[in-house]
């Protein structure tokens, strides 16, 4: 069963627009949250993050919003650029522990 | 650059061969991971070590072992490799103190087909 959910497998978006990737969770003990990008033939790498503190985390063209009551997030992309195009996954933490938990990943096209 | 290698970055192999793959850290975290990703599967834990001897399974333990017998190196074993482990591995480091403690730094992958 999947605790981390990211239900649309690819998303298409114009240049200059906003991409919206979505991830929910069932296990309301997650109390970390965070969002890696992967390009094809590379690691992932660290993308934003939020503690279930706040309900929003921005960094640049990034943004970050978590719904605890809804036990939904998801991360904003103003504006989208053609370089954005790629798979993005959503992690889940709970408190103390080492070991996240990973959804399946979107892949993000950003048309120019 | 997070300082993690994986080794080889491509193998092909046959079914019943052994197989061991490399992850190696100049950081010095105490926390490494090993991850396989397959199309629709995302990035699925196989095992984790939180210190040199010290490892636990993942969700997808079964067919693999692992080592680390030194602080920056964490081996994943095939001990008899089969079609359905042909995956790319990714190995990742965890920071243990400060800052977003929690994110991992991934390194490049190692693409493994088993014939």
């Known amino acids: 069963d999947q605790q981390v959910k990211q239900n649309s497998p690819s998303l298409s978006v114009q240049e200059g627009r906003i991409s919206i990737l979505n991830c929910d969770y069932t296990n309301s003990m997650f109390d970390y949250f965070l969002w890696y990008k992967k390009y094809p033939a590379e690691g992932p790498t660290f993308l934003i993050s939020i503690s279930s503190i706040k309900d929003k985390n921005e960094d640049g063209r990034f943004t970050v919003f978590l719904n605890k009551s809804a036990k939904h997030l998801s991360l904003h992309i103003v504006p989208s650029q053609p370089g954005d195009s790629a798979v993005y996954f959503c992690?889940?933490?709970?408190?103390?522990?080492?070991?996240?938990?990973f959804g399946r990943g979107t892949s993000l096209i950003v048309h120019p | 650059d997070a300082g993690i290698t994986q080794s080889p970055r491509h193998k092909v192999t046959e079914t019943g061969t052994p197989v061991t793959l490399r992850c190696h850290q100049t950081?010095?975290?105490?926390?490494m991971y090993w991850y396989r990703q397959d199309p629709g599967h995302g990035l699925r834990l196989i095992h984790y070590s939180y210190g040199v001897k010290d490892t636990d399974k993942g969700e997808v333990s079964d067919g693999y072992s692992v080592s680390r017998s030194k602080t920056e190196d964490f081996l994943l074993t095939l001990e008899s490799a089969t079609s359905s482990q042909t995956s790319v591995y990714f190995c990742a480091i965890r920071p243990g103190t400060g800052g977003d403690y929690n994110e991992q730094f991934f390194g490049p992958g190692t693409r493994l087909t088993v014939l």
């Open positions: 992690a889940a933490n709970s408190g103390g522990s080492y070991i996240p938990t």
């Open positions: 950081e010095n975290h105490r926390y």
